[in-house]
Structures are given as C-alpha cells and as structure tokens.
C-alpha cells in the first residue's frame, strides 16, 4: 500500500520538518495544547468551507476530498468554482505568500486536474481584509513548480531521527515548541508565548 502525504504538510515541512512529526503526535483532539490563537482564528474562519456552508451554487464545489497518484499526496480544496475554473485557496489573514501556501495551491490544483477538472486560474483570498491573490499556474512558473516538486520529494524522504533545527526565529514561532526535544529557542526566550 503507498502512503499519501498530505498537502497540508507541504506548508508545514518548509516552516520545520518536526511539524508534521508532532502534529500527528498530538491529533486533533489535542489542539487546545498546542494551537495559538491564530491557529484557532484559522479554523473557525474555515468553518464554512469545511461544513459545507459556503454556497449552494451547483458549481462550486467547497471541502471535497482531492488526491494525485503522481505526486503522491491528499486533502481538501476550500473552493473550486468548475464553471470558471478557478481554485480558490481561503486564508484568515494574509500578510505574506509564503512558498508553502502557494506549494498548497498548486497541490490543489494538480490534483483536481488529476481528478478530470479543468482549472483554468488559482488564487489566495484573504477573508480578513477581502483581499484577492492571483497566483500563476504551475505551468506558467516553472521555477516554482520545480521547487514544489523538489519539496515534496523531500517530504517523501525525510527521516525525523536525523533533522537538526536551523533557524531559531521559526522555533521562537512554533506552536510545538514546548514540546521538541530540539527547539534553538528554550521556552524563556520566547516572550511568553
């Protein structure tokens, strides 16, 4: 049986490999332990999608479960409006598009192509601000693609015995801090989060 990985893992890997490591330690009936607030503002902002909620269009799809053979990974999409085309990836707030959020995206819509859709453009919103972030295709950033691809292969490969942490600012960050048995940043030095 081959495993498929997550594609929410691919935002979380490039942040800290460990991540992933607790993340599935600790489940999701333990969040209150390690989730910050952001983290819980995320969720609940998340709702809609995730109960369907967000529109009863026959067109949208919102929340289905996507997969891709090829590149070995899973999840959800938030909104795929098959009339248009167009892939819409939700955040909270926006302040910055990581490389993980766009590996996310582009995930998503590799899949759905995979799946027999045809996606036409992808995009951020920020629900916060109701800002809009269009995002080329794969195909139209090779360098991104291919930086995508090379994270997932890392993803595939890793081995968490042998990572050592590099960036203290991420482990000041991480909402698993208090419970690595690695972090660069010891608790105290935190600022009290």
Do not use: W
């Amino acid at each position: 049986m081959e495993l498929y990985l997550k594609i929410t893992y691919l935002n979380d890997f490039i942040f800290c490999p460990l991540s992933i490591y607790f993340h599935q330690l600790y489940g999701d009936l333990a969040e209150r332990l390690y989730y910050d607030n952001p983290q819980l503002d995320g969720k609940a902002a998340h709702s809609a999608i995730d109960e369907k909620r967000y529109s009863t269009h026959k067109n949208i799809l919102q929340g289905i479960d996507v997969y891709s053979d090829k590149y070995k990974l899973c999840g959800k999409i938030d909104i795929f409006d098959n009339e248009k085309g167009l892939l819409t990836e939700r955040k909270k707030h926006i302040e910055t598009i990581y490389d993980g959020y766009v590996f996310q995206l582009y995930a998503q819509c590799l899949c759905l192509r995979e799946m027999g859709y045809n996606v036409k453009s992808i995009r951020f919103y920020s629900t916060d601000d109701n800002k809009v972030y269009p995002q080329k295709l794969p195909e139209e950033n090779p360098k991104m693609l291919e930086k995508f691809k090379r994270t997932n292969q890392e993803i595939q490969l890793f081995d968490v015995d042998s990572y050592e942490p590099k960036n203290p600012d991420k482990c000041r960050h991480c909402i698993y801090n208090d419970f690595c048995d690695r972090p660069l940043v010891p608790k105290a030095y935190r600022g009290g989060t």
